[in-house]
């Protein structure tokens, strides 16, 4: 299969509508579509059309036990597919949708067990992203989309990252650019007397209280318990991993910055090919490997934003080995360890 890229630079133009409705076309036949949301870059696909679906997970190369997050435009869609909507879902959707926020309600017979891995629960989500939104209109109006990437790899920034992953297995991708986010968004499940977070993101646990009162966190995703899951499928499996090995190293920055050099002393003296991640302070204090800002420490929205730009950079480079700092920021520090660890199958040195 052939995979055309089509840039979208203004929504307001013909040209750029035009193509919208040919994406919407192909999601209405039942094909698949790639495109931008301010998360990450979704694949898209027919969330009420079973076969739709499963085309998902075929160019994925997902599990069939993971369920999808149908994506809506507007409020009226959320009623179709749910047959409950619990009053502090409303408040957050008043307050976050447009958004970085994705919540489970029990499905409506409208939604198909493919589109939810079996569950009868179903994830929906608002983008918060012009091109998404004009494509749900044009795709029918509820677009299953998990992170447009090849299961098992970093999701998605920019249109380049789809296609690396894409390409032959899907008709068309929609290129909006780089998203502003970076990160995956905040899954909150109503399943509980108290409100759950399935997934940090954007939308930080204070957000959520300040609207709705107590939330919790998933305890399957902070125990280090293996015995416990987490409760999103997904969550579960390895997952944002580049092909090197990642180790974390987690202290003040003196120290980190010495054990890291160290350990890139010692890998490159083996003959192992190195990188590291660091920031814009600290960069010029690394002595040797491949060195990579991920932003300023004083922006955690740009840590975030790069993340999964610089795992995707080394890959590239066929390093074996990558050093990176730690990133506890104030606000997504959470969101932002949640995915480094997980890339980093939780190796850390604390110094
Ligand atoms: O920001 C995002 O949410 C992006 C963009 C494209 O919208 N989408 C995304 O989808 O991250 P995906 O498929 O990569 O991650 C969805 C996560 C998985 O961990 C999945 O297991 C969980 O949501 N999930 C979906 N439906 C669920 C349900 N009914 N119950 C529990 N977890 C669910
Ligand atoms: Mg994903």
């Known amino acids: 299969m052939k995979t055309e890229v089509e840039k979208i630079t203004n929504l307001l133009t013909e040209e750029d509508r035009k193509k919208i409705e040919e994406a919407g076309r192909i999601l209405k036949d039942g094909g698949l579509v790639a495109f931008p949301t301010e998360t990450v870059y979704g694949l898209g696909a027919d969330a009420l059309n079973p076969e739709a679906s499963k085309k ?34 409303r408040k957050l959707a008043k307050h976050f949708w447009p958004g970085p926020l994705t919540m489970i309600f029990p499905k409506s017979e409208q939604v198909p067990l493919e589109t939810t891995g079996g569950l009868n629960t179903v994830a929906v989500r608002m983008p918060n ?8 209109d044009a795709g029918g109006g509820y677009i299953a989309a998990p992170s447009a990437n090849t299961s098992g790899k970093p999701s ?15 008709p068309m991708i929609l290129d909006g650019g780089a998203v502003g986010i970076g990160i995956e968004s905040t899954i909150v499940d109503f ?51 580049p092909k090197a090995d990642l180790i974390l190293v987690d202290g003040v920055q003196e120290k980190v910055v010495e054990k890291i050099n160290d350990l890139v002393c010692e890998a490159e003296k083996s003959g192992k090919k190195t990188g590291v991640i660091g920031t814009d302070e600290t960069c010029g204090l690394y002595q040797a490997g491949v060195v990579k800002s991920i932003g300023s420490r004083e922006d955690e929205d740009a840590i ?13 480079l066929n390093v074996d080995m990558i050093y990176s700092e730690s990133f506890s ?12 660890l997980k890339a980093a199958g939780h190796q ?3 110094v």
């Open 56 to 89: 998902i997970y075929a160019a994925k190369g997902r599990p069939s036990d993971n369920p999808l997050i149908v994506h809506i435009s507007n409020m009226g869609a959320l009623e179709k597919i749910t047959s409950d909507i619990p009053e502090k879902a």
């Open 129 to 136: 992203h012009p091109i998404a939104l004009a494509l749900i």
């Open 348 to 350: 850390v040195i604390e």
């Open 191 to 241: 399943s509980t007397t108290i409100p759950m977070i399935l997934r940090p993101g954007y939308i930080t646990p204070e957000m959520i209280r300040e609207i709705i009162g107590e939330v919790r966190m998933d305890p399957g995703l902070v125990l280090d318990d293996p015995t416990v899951h987490p409760k999103a499928p997904g969550m579960k499996y390895k997952h944002y991993a």
């Open 304 to 316: 975030a934003r790069h993340l999964y730009g610089i795992l995707r950079e080394f890959d590239d």
């Open 329 to 340: 920021t104030p606000r997504i520090g959470q969101a932002i360890m949640n995915r480094m």
């Open 156 to 170: 998605p920034t920019k249109a380049e990252h789809v296609a690396l992953d894409m390409d032959g297995r899907i």
